[in-house]
Every structure is written in C-alpha cells, then in structure tokens.
C-alpha cells in the first residue's frame, strides 16, 4: 500500500467512546456527557462470589432504575496494556444530573438493601472485585455518531482509538466539523460491520487534546476486516487517488499522529 493510503487508513480506524454501552437512537438525542472510570480487578480477591452475578444484582435494582443515567456499561480487556482492565461508562443528558444520578443511586440502594447491615455487606462485596485505585473523565458527545437501534443478545466487541488534535493556525472555520461528517456520513454509516459509532473529545479530565472514537463490531473477526471494509468505501467515495491524498492531508493537520488503540469486551448482562 503507498504511504499516503496508509495515511488514509489511519483515518479510517479512529474510534473513542470510551465509551459507552450502546445508546439507542432515543438515548441519544439526549445524550450530553459520558463518565468515564476506569478501575482494575482485584486479583488477591478471595471471594467466592461472582463478578457478574454481584454487578448484574446492582443493574437490575440500581442502575436500570435510575432515570437520571441514560446508559450505562461495563467494558473488560481484550487487547490492553493492562489484563485487570475494567472500564464503567455512564451516560447523561446533562451537566446536572451527573450529580442527580449519584443521589438517585444512594436512594435506590437503600430501597433495595433496606437493612443498613446488609447493604453495607453487598456494597463491600461489590467493591472488592476492585482495587482502591481508579481514575474518572468526563467527555463531551460529539455530532455524527452511529447509534445502534436494536438491543445485542451477545457481548459485544469495543474498539477504541484516542488519538490528540494539534490545533492548527489559521484552519478555516468550521473545516474539520464537516470533513469528519463527510467521513462519517460516506464510510462509517455505510459499513454493515459498524454496529455502533460514538465520537467523543476531552471536557473534564488529564488531557485536554484528546480525541476518542469508539467503534462496536459483533466479533473480532469483524474487527479484522474493519479496515478492509472501509476502504472499499474510501474509493466509492473518493475514486480519484489525488481527491484521496487532498482530503487526507487536509484531515491529518487537525491530529498530532500519535495515537493509542484499545480493545475491550462490552458484557451485554451489565448494561442499561
């Protein structure tokens, strides 16, 4: 392949969000603010209880019934730099009900578990899955996502892609908004394999240049041919070689080039 499809190619796989559980398309006409915690198994855990069945007792009496969290979801390693990997996104329409959703879930927590003691005794269970350590970003939704409308009855394949925005001088107003949505409108929405799509850039957190963009896909042959795919798309879009390289130099301005992927495995019993 020439450098400049390589390029191309780069652009082709930039994927975020961290980040979330699949949104469906009502959610995500709301959809303002993802939190995202990333925190690590436990591995001298001595427990005999299971991880899914805890959290998934917590969903069903928590989470599902908050009305402040539009979505919310568990995100375990596949493809990390860290095995103990687990990521825990949450969803919201607003600034405001960050704060609503905390207070909601102490309300729903002791309506489930009334007895002090025993709520105190599932709560400990829960948090010992985890280790003490473990650190929170907020990230703002962007336009152009890809929401999947149905419901997936299998875990499914998150792939992440942070890449960081240079900040060119003089770019022309509004250049980069619409050849992303170019993009997006001519290859990611048109790719069968891309179950779901959601862009994301940093609002409240350790690094203000961050770009993520989050893609699912049913399994990790489809990541495989992810990338396939979409060139096949590319060249519909853009058959001219030199329309490629134009745009693509255009594109590559806005980013550093220094990017980091992730794969995790979204477990479809955790999410609301």
């Known amino acids: 392949m020439k450098t400049t499809n390589r390029l191309f190619c780069s652009i082709v796989l930039?994927?975020?969000?961290?980040?979330?559980?699949?949104?469906?398309?009502?959610e995500a006409?709301?959809?303002?603010?993802?939190t995202v915690t990333t925190m690590n198994f436990n591995l001298d855990n001595d427990s005999d209880a299971d991880w899914v069945a805890v959290e998934k007792e917590y969903v069903e009496k928590v989470t599902r019934k908050n009305e402040?969290?539009?979505?919310?979801?568990?995100?375990?390693?596949?493809?990390?730099?860290?095995?103990?990997?687990?990521?825990y996104v949450q969803v919201y329409g607003s600034w405001e009900d960050i704060d609503k959703s905390a207070a909601r879930n102490a309300e729903l927590e002791k309506a489930a578990w009334p007895d002090a003691t025993k709520r105190a005794a599932f709560l400990k269970t829960q948090g010992n899955f985890y280790t003490s350590k473990h650190s929170d970003e907020i990230y703002t939704i962007l336009?152009?996502?890809k929401n999947a409308t149905f419901d997936p009855e299998k875990d499914m394949i998150l792939y992440v892609r942070t890449s960081h925005f240079a900040y060119p001088e003089n770019a022309p107003e509004e250049e980069f908004g619409k050849l992303r949505?170019?993009?997006?409108?001519?290859?990611i929405q048109k790719n069968?394999?891309?179950?779901?799509?959601?862009?994301?850039?940093?609002?409240w957190g350790h690094d203000s240049t961050e770009f993520i963009e989050a893609f699912f896909v049913e399994s990790t042959d489809d990541l495989d041919d992810l990338a396939s795919s979409n060139w096949k798309l590319i060249e519909q879009h853009w058959p001219d070689a030199e329309a490629r390289k134009e745009f693509n130099q255009k594109m590559n301005k806005y980013f550093t080039g220094i990017h980091g992927d992730e794969v995790y495995t979204s477990i479809e019993q955790l999410r609301k």
């Open 181 to 187: 949505t170019e993009f997006v409108e001519n290859v």
């Open 68 to 87: 402040y969290l539009l979505g919310a979801g568990f995100y375990t390693h596949l493809y990390t730099s860290n095995s103990s990997d687990v990521k």
């Open 14 to 26: 930039l994927l975020l969000i961290f980040s979330t559980n699949l949104i469906n398309a009502q």
């Open 143 to 145: 336009p152009n996502a």
């Open 192 to 203: 069968d394999l891309i179950k779901g799509y959601y862009p994301h850039r940093h609002f």
């Open 29 to 34: 006409k709301t959809a303002k603010y993802y």
